[in-house]
């Protein structure tokens, strides 16, 4: 009987922002910072470090996770949905990775990383570096003498649909 009132305990989630937003704890507790503060018998979070549009998205995966265990979803929908969550900017799956590590759901971090890597893969040495919003900071006679040496790194395709 305890199990089920357990179950049905909801959680305020609260963004940097300051909106407020409600969830089961049994979905919750995917986050291990959540989990922590439900043991310390909070009710209330504020993540300071979550904004608004990163925690809908957070809710949205964390939701869709915990239903398909509830419900025994096959494997088929739930790698659909993932498919479909990350189809967004490169700009997003990066706040989406700092959340996700901040509110440490080692599931997203591992479906966000493994994203990010396959976005990289085949690109060019630029658009990486792009990517990344990493400057360069050799002399044209530096860059000149490291494109001759690793001509491989300079081949590949730029950039796709979801770079900002």
Known sequence: ???????????????????EFEIEESMAVQSGTIKNMVEDDCTVFP?????????????????KHAD?????????????FDKEFVKITIHDLFE?????????????MDLLCRTIADRIK???YEAVRKIFNITI???AEEEAQVRKEHAWAHEGEEFDEFVD
């Open 137 to 139: 900071d050799y002399t």
């Open 1 to 19: 009987m305890a199990s089920t009132s357990q179950e049905s305990k909801i959680l305020i989630l609260k963004s940097s922002e300051g909106v």
């Open 68 to 80: 398909a265990e509830k419900t025994d979803s096959n494997e088929d929908e739930i790698k659909t």
């Open 96 to 108: 989406l990775v700092l959340a996700a590590n901040y509110l440490h759901i080692s599931s997203l």
């Open 47 to 63: 993540l300071p470090n979550v904004d608004t549009k990163t925690l809908i998205k957070i809710i949205e995966y964390i939701k």
């Open 122 to 124: 085949n690109k060019s």
